[in-house]
């Protein structure tokens, strides 16, 4: 029986904001780049040059186009681990192979333990846990903890790799943990959300929603996903496309 991962104050993750993400994919390449010669290098490319590209990815932006009543909108949308609180893929790993530290809340993979029998990926709502093929074990963000605690480093660059190499300052990190920590403030004044939280696995990490646009022909404030879903709002729109 698996037990529940240890709670701990510290609580490091990712503010995502997309009202600034342009979906230009820094993201994905810094991280694959970083983790070429990782924590869990290398990330496996499959047919890198023919039509089918695949291969493990930390990273990935999906872009959704919307109409809506006031017209169209297009979100990009980054997808990576969420480091829940009580994350569901430690729970049903049968061999301790996933696993979440009580020093930073970070959740990881000894890929040692690991015998790829994927229950990790069925179980993750958030479609976070990739596979490995060349090496049968299953992989995920790590949040480069071989950067972020780098003392070889400036300090201003310990901070994971999708973050260092965004160009609009889209992606933020810190200590959630910490409620005076700036991104924990920046969460606040910016309405962060977590993703289906109804779920109870209590993710870290938090989406700063679109900023309302001023509609000229009204001069009123609209918020572009306001009726992108049948329930309305923003997350109802994150449950609609995190259900494709």
Same mark, same amino acid.
């Given at each position: 029986?698996?037990?529940?991962?240890?709670?701990?104050?510290?609580?490091?993750?990712?503010?995502?904001?997309?009202?600034?993400?342009?979906g230009c994919n820094a993201c994905v390449t810094s991280c694959k780049e970083w983790n070429a010669g990782g924590h869990m290098a290398p990330l496996t490319d499959l047919n890198p040059y023919a039509d089918k590209v695949d291969?493990?990815?930390? @990273? /990935?932006?999906?872009?959704?186009?919307?109409?809506?009543?006031?017209?169209?909108?297009?979100?990009?949308?980054?997808?990576?681990?969420?480091?829940?609180?009580?994350?569901?893929?430690?729970?049903?790993?049968?061999?301790?192979?996933?696993?979440?530290?009580?020093? &930073?809340?970070?959740? !990881?993979?000894?890929?040692?333990?690991?015998?790829?029998?994927? !229950?990790?990926?069925?179980?993750?709502?958030?479609?976070a846990r990739e596979?490995?093929?060349?090496?049968?074990?299953?992989?995920?963000?790590?949040?480069?903890? &071989?950067?972020?605690? @780098?003392? @070889?480093?400036?300090?201003?660059? /310990?901070?994971?790799?999708?973050?260092?190499?965004?160009?609009?300052?889209?992606?933020?990190f810190g200590d959630f943990g910490d409620p005076d920590s700036a991104i924990s403030k920046l969460s606040e004044e910016r309405g962060g959300v977590a993703l289906m939280p109804e779920l109870g696995y209590n993710p870290t990490n938090r989406y700063l929603p679109p900023r309302p646009r001023r509609d000229a022909a009204t001069a009123t404030d609209a918020l572009p996903l306001e009726d992108a879903s049948p329930e309305g709002g923003f997350l109802g729109w994150v449950d609609r496309m995190l259900s494709r």
């Open positions: 029986m698996t037990c529940l991962p240890e709670k701990t104050d510290r609580k490091l993750g990712l503010a995502i904001d997309l009202d600034t993400c342009v291969g493990v990815f930390f @990273n /990935r932006v999906h872009t959704y186009e919307q109409d809506t009543p006031k017209g169209g909108s297009t979100i990009h949308f980054p997808r990576s681990c969420l480091h829940c609180e009580t994350p569901a893929c430690v729970t049903v790993c049968p061999t301790g192979a996933s696993y979440k530290r009580a020093s &930073d809340g970070i959740v !990881l993979v000894d890929e040692d333990k690991c015998i790829g029998c994927k !229950l990790c990926s069925w179980a993750c709502p958030y479609g596979f490995d093929v060349d090496v049968g074990v299953m992989k995920k963000c790590t949040l480069c903890v &071989d950067r972020i605690y @780098n003392e @070889n480093l400036a300090e201003e660059d /310990r901070v994971p790799a999708c973050v260092a190499a965004c160009p609009t300052g889209a992606r933020h």
